[in-house]
């Protein structure tokens, strides 16, 4: 290996180099914001590092092809092993939840948001952003009444809203705080599985800042706590503002001891929004929720591990 480098002319050492540290940086990044910002990036660079490589191979530089493909197998193991497979669907039944965000669709498409909620058919809905203008829109459409009989909300006027929507009565429901921000927390028992299960709904603030982010790795690990003293299966939902491999969602799932249910490692947006859950649980399907040409949310599916 020693011998491969040194036979690297002044081009390809600063090629090398550029590459190798873009790739350190995607995975141990710095505790500095510009390196936070970089960090989002790391399935456009591991995709930019894997079209370079093959340019180097166009033009015949194979060394270079090598350290390049090889950076890019480094970054393509380091995002699967934040993810496992999922979960070999079993006959029982399961439960369905959805994480959606109303910020994230244009005022002009209420109704088809709205809808696509309702055509998820999941058995609990978290919503996060919930103004008075939109609690009071959610609260007078009949079809999502209907189909969500049950519901509880956090009102508020800035984005800190919280609302969770269920087709099972909650048999409790509770609120938490990191500071002034709100969480919220209902237990279904689901008809079908006969199991009370624990749904958490967060919103952090955007990480716009190097103190944001500790803002946000604080707020984590508060929820963390909560989860770790319920006694029933867990999921938890929201819009977390930090991508999958951070290293504050890291430190949440190790600290609540909970699974992403995540596969899938999108390009047409940064994947702010998470389902995780805890051991008594296998995901056996996740997906993304889109209205027209917009996300706005993510469904998961899961089943009792005791099924087996």
């Given at each position: 290996m020693l011998k491969f480098f040194k036979g690297a002319n002044a081009y390809q050492a600063v090629v090398w180099t550029i590459i190798i540290v873009g790739t350190i940086i995607s995975i141990l990044p710095p505790e500095l914001f510009f390196f936070k910002v970089i960090s989002k990036y790391v399935v456009q660079i591991m995709l930019a590092y894997f079209i370079i490589?093959?340019?180097?191979?166009?033009?015949?530089?194979?060394?270079?092809?090598?350290?390049?493909?090889?950076?890019?197998?480094?970054?393509?193991?380091?995002?699967?092993?934040?993810?496992a497979f999922f979960a070999a669907p079993q006959a029982g039944p399961s439960v369905t939840a959805v994480n959606c965000n109303?910020?994230?669709?244009?005022?002009?498409?209420?109704?088809?948001?709205?809808?696509s909620i309702i055509n998820s058919d999941a058995d609990v809905i978290s919503i996060q952003e919930v103004t008075p203008d939109w609690a009071a829109y959610l609260a007078n459409h009949p079809v999502l009444s209907a189909k969500y009989p049950y519901d509880t909300a956090i009102v508020r006027m800035d984005f800190h809203g919280l609302a969770l929507y269920s087709k099972y009565p909650f048999t409790k429901v509770d609120t938490f705080h990191y500071k002034e921000i709100p969480n919220l927390a209902g237990c279904i028992k689901h008809d079908s599985l006969n199991k009370?299960?624990?749904?958490?709904?967060?919103?952090?603030?955007?990480?716009?800042?190097?103190?944001?982010?500790?803002?946000?790795?604080?707020?984590?690990?508060?929820?963390?706590?909560y989860v770790k003293g319920l006694k029933e299966p867990v999921v938890t939902l929201g819009d977390y503002q930090v991508m999958p491999w951070s290293?504050?969602?890291?430190?949440?799932?190790?600290?609540?001891?909970?699974?992403?249910?995540?596969?899938?490692m999108?390009?047409?947006?940064?994947?702010?929004?998470?389902?995780?859950?805890?051991?008594?649980?296998?995901c056996i399907d996740f997906r993304s929720i889109n209205n027209m040409s917009?996300?706005?949310?993510?469904?998961?599916?899961?089943?009792?591990?005791?099924?087996?």
């Open positions: 490589g093959i340019l180097f191979l166009f033009f015949s530089d194979e060394k270079s092809m090598f350290v390049s493909f090889a950076c890019c197998g480094i970054l393509c193991l380091f995002l699967r092993t934040r993810s109303l910020s994230l669709t244009s005022s002009a498409n209420f109704d088809s948001t709205i809808q009370h299960i624990y749904f958490v709904s967060s919103h952090t603030i955007p990480p716009v800042s190097l103190g944001a982010h500790d803002e946000i790795n604080a707020h984590l690990q508060t929820v963390a706590k290293p504050e969602i890291v430190s949440f799932r190790r600290a609540a001891n909970l699974s992403d249910s995540r596969r899938d999108p390009m047409s947006y940064f994947p702010y929004d998470h389902i995780f859950y805890s051991k008594e649980l296998q917009e996300h706005f949310g993510v469904k998961g599916a899961y089943q009792l591990k005791t099924l087996q």
